[in-house]
């Protein structure tokens, strides 16, 4: 061998080397269960535990798959831990004869379970069904709550589209025709939608089909159609909820970053700008995409959201809330 190839086979061997550890530091994502009030919860989890820890609450009818590409961008700075709900995605689903299927029940699941997992303080990204959840838990805790990351987690009645708003109304009591109207929400169908619309069409390719698909085969297990409708049909509860969460908001004025998908036809972008109204310091970003923004806007998100913690978490200000930052689309 030349000297000239032996130079360049070690170089290339040096190159290798770094290369396989820039690949062993990055975070691993592991796939873990506990068993909490006799369920079993299904749970992602990456970074390292002495840090600042993160936990992310997924929305209907999804579970902590749609955080599957956050998760490693996160887990560098952050102790990221995404559960699923009971009756959601690799979560237990136990039957609706001896677990209440309500908001109410499954934030308690969650607030055992954080325990379960040593959660003590926490920054929280809701999304969806995952506001409530998440909200609750901030009612109940507020210490353990470092900070709130809302995409499309509504907390105002100004941030429910007219069609949403009008659903729950015929909500209210609880029938059998009502129930029966919310099974449309529950097909394949309407699932692709829920991730296709309010999409450009240039960004429609960044929408994995493997999202819906499993959301619409979690959803077709035998009983998950009912349980999803007694959720459904629970979902104004929540709204009942809202001023007590807004005097929360008010009073302890914790840091807030909205990253909203603009386009969303459930929770429309006036319930992101909404959080200024009681906490003066919250920062809104708002996205050119629909309900699931992590689709399509993962790294503009995961960019502000490392930022917004930077700040507000790993180095806390003197006054809570924040500053006004300008929206972004």
């Known amino acids: 061998m030349s000297r ?13 080397g770094n290369f396989a550890r820039s690949l062993a530091a990055e975070p691993v994502t592991h796939y873990r269960t506990v068993t909490v009030d006799d369920v079993k919860i299904f749970y992602r989890e990456a970074g390292d535990s002495n840090k600042p820890a993160l936990l992310l609450l997924h929305g209907f009818p999804t579970s902590s798959h749609m955080f599957r590409n956050l998760i490693p ?4 700075r952050y102790h990221v831990i995404a559960p699923d709900y009971p009756g959601f995605g690799f979560s237990d689903a136990p039957d609706r004869a001896r677990f209440e299927y309500t908001f109410e029940h499954l934030t308690q699941v969650m607030d055992d379970f954080t325990q379960a997992v040593g959660l003590k303080r926490y920054a929280m990204y809701i999304f969806d069904y995952g506001a409530p959840i998440g909200l609750r838990l901030a009612l109940v805790h507020p210490e353990r709550v470092s900070a709130i990351i809302s995409q499309n987690g509504n907390a105002y009645e100004e941030g429910l589209s007219a069609g949403f708003a009008g659903r729950l109304k015929a909500s ?80 302890t004025h914790p840091p807030v970053l909205l990253v909203w998908g603009k386009n969303d036809q459930t929770f429309v972008p006036a319930g992101a700008a909404a959080f200024k109204r009681d906490v003066p310091g919250a920062e809104v970003h708002l996205y050119d995409t629909g309900h699931f923004a992590l689709e399509t806007h993962l790294h503009e998100i995961a960019d502000a959201i490392r930022d917004f913690l930077r700040r507000k978490v790993d180095r806390p200000p003197a006054t809570s809330g924040g500053s006004s930052h300008p929206g972004r689309t």
Do not use: C, K
Not at 4 to 16: D, G, R
Not at 230 to 250: T, W
């Open 172 to 251: 209210r009591e609880p029938t059998e025709q009502a129930r029966m109207a919310w099974r449309a929400a529950l097909t394949p169908e309407a699932g692709q939608r829920r991730y296709l619309t309010g999409v450009s069409e240039a960004h429609r390719v960044l929408v994995a089909p493997e999202a819906f698909a499993l959301d619409s085969a979690l959803l077709a297990r035998p009983g998950n159609d009912e349980i999803q409708l007694d959720l459904l049909m629970d979902y104004g509860s929540n709204v009942a909820l809202y001023p007590q969460v807004q005097e929360y908001l008010r009073r």
């Open 4 to 16: 000239a190839l032996f130079v360049a086979a070690l170089a290339t061997i040096a190159l290798l």
């Open 73 to 76: 961008l996160l887990a560098s």
